[in-house]
């Protein structure tokens, strides 16, 4: 082969191999597997709104009167007579006379006493005439000053003496007979009756339990923390101006097969933490629990209460309760699915990045969280779509609408 020959056919190869080598460069070969992609994660946001609120507390409790005493004897005999309202469940009035006991024993110990008051008056009015005589010879005699003996005042003493025990034993003998008709102290109700006509009582028997009837009382436990939201009178003001100061509380149970609802309010904290539980005891008042009050005597509480308390409370019956609380500016009210671990909010900025926050949180709800600090009007927080949220990580937000279906956030 001719040198030319050869030189021709090296420069078609070199000319062939870099056209290959160019279209290679231009158009090179797809690959079979595609690259992957990362796809941000779609979560829900809320955004941040400032709003007042009162922050109410709920508690439950049982109701009870707030005056409940045993029905004591203070005589000994035999029961004659028991009033009509004397049964478990009856009603009464101050000074009603529920029990009789038989009076005999005093009339007769009234009448001795009385006697012997007359015996001293007149023992005493024959001393003073046999003191003025011995005075009246001492003086005609006129041998000096009279001694107290000669003037008989030791034995004019004595007889006041014994006139004045006397009057006191008729005052005494009155009192024990008064108390054979044993009167209602309050207006209430009877408990339990533990007595009978004809029964033979002493002195100190329970003869029933009976509690007022004017208001009545819910014991409410309260923690430390709640205590912040509510207003809890001054223990030194007084008890009327309680009335006035304390926060409003709604009480609701199921009762004669519905829901029945009683307005009353905080009166008094019982100044207690109790050991066990860390909650402190608040004192709910409800007036005129009964509906007996007639409108002549009902005060102006009790008037505004009937607008909402027109069925009877009764005693021992378990109440759920809303305390109102106080109105507090400036609060984000937001799902509880917002909070994460050590009370940190994802917030979504404006490229959709999350940022870790931590806020200052007020109160958690069942269903939502109460923020009093930490984030601000407008901004968006991350409410559901990741169970661990990162710092920087970058997501697509959706704001959800009302009919519940997620929409695309429309952010500049």
Excluded at 174 to 196: C, H, M, W, Y
Excluded at 305 to 323: D, K
Aim: glycine fraction near 6%; charge should be neutral; hydrophobic fraction near 40%.
């Amino acid at each position: 082969m001719s040198l030319r020959r050869q030189i021709w056919i090296a420069t078609l190869v070199f000319l062939i191999g870099g056209l290959a080598a160019w279209l290679l460069i231009q158009f090179p070969p797809e690959n079979g597997k595609q690259e992957e992609t990362l796809t941000p994660p779609i979560v829900q946001v809320a955004q941040v709104e400032m709003q007042s609120k009162r922050l109410h507390v709920r508690s439950q409790g049982q109701v009870s009167a707030h005056t409940e005493i045993d029905l004591v004897t203070e005589v000994s005999g035999r029961i004659i007579d028991i009033s009509p309202a004397f049964v478990s469940g009856g009603f009464f009035h101050k000074g009603d006379v529920l029990v009789t006991i038989d009076p005999a024993d005093y009339d007769l110990r009234v009448a001795q006493t009385q006697a012997q008051v007359r015996e001293a008056h007149h023992l005493l009015m024959r001393e003073e005439a046999e003191a003025a005589q011995a005075h009246d010879e001492w003086k005609h005699l006129g041998q000096g000053d009279p001694s107290p003996l000669s003037q008989r005042i030791p034995q004019l003493q004595e007889m006041r003496a014994k006139l004045a025990a006397a009057e006191a034993a008729v005052r005494h003998a009155e009192q024990l007979r008064q108390r054979t008709r044993i009167r209602a102290p309050f207006d209430g109700r009877v408990r339990s009756k533990n007595t009978g006509i004809g029964q033979y009582v002493t002195q100190g028997n329970v003869l029933g339990i009976i509690y007022s009837s004017d208001y009545a009382e819910v014991r409410l436990p309260v923690s430390t923390q709640d205590l912040a939201f509510i207003d809890v009178p001054d223990a030194s003001v007084a008890h009327e101006e309680n009335s006035r100061q304390g926060s409003l509380v709604v009480l609701a149970a199921e009762y004669q097969g519905e829901k029945r609802f009683w307005q009353g309010r905080i009166v008094r904290s019982e100044g207690v933490i109790d050991r066990n539980t860390g909650m402190l005891m608040l004192v709910a008042r409800i007036s005129d629990p009964f509906l007996r009050i007639p409108a002549s005597l009902q005060s102006d509480e009790i008037r505004l209460s009937r607008l909402t308390n027109t069925t009877v409370l009764p005693v021992g019956l378990f109440v759920e309760a809303l305390i109102q609380g106080r109105l507090i500016d400036r609060l984000m009210v937001l799902p509880t699915s917002v909070m994460f671990k050590d009370d940190q909010i994802a917030v979504v900025d404006r490229q959709d990045q999350l940022h870790l926050r931590t806020v200052k949180l007020l109160k958690r709800e069942r269903e939502q969280v109460i923020i009093q600090s930490g984030l601000n009007a407008g901004e968006r927080v991350l409410v559901s779509g990741l169970l661990q949220p990162m710092e920087g990580l970058q997501v697509k937000s959706e704001l959800p609408n009302t009919n519940g279906q997620a929409s695309g956030d429309s952010h500049p």
